[in-house]
């Protein structure tokens, strides 16, 4: 995928990233995620700690709009 096209959906968050291998990743805002030329940074929840996970961008096969949690919507 595109650098640009990533940031176009990042716009438009919360999106999910599906990758090739069938990994997931939510983005709830676009603070949560840095696009380079090749891979993009995500934070990501695991246990109640925020980590840092590479993506490489061309793995990754989907991205989608998901709904905010409940508590979130206004």
Do not use: C, H
């Not at 380079?36 to 989608?64: H, P, Q, T």
């Amino acid at each position: 995928m595109e650098p640009e096209e990533v940031k176009d959906w990042l716009r438009r968050s919360p999106i999910r990233i599906r990758m090739n291998n069938g990994d997931t990743y939510d983005v709830p805002n676009p603070e949560f995620a840095i696009v380079g030329d090749f891979s993009m940074s995500v934070l990501v929840r695991d246990k109640g700690r925020l980590l840092n996970k590479i993506l490489a961008l061309l793995n990754i096969s989907e991205i989608a709009e998901i709904s905010q949690p409940a508590e979130q919507k206004q």
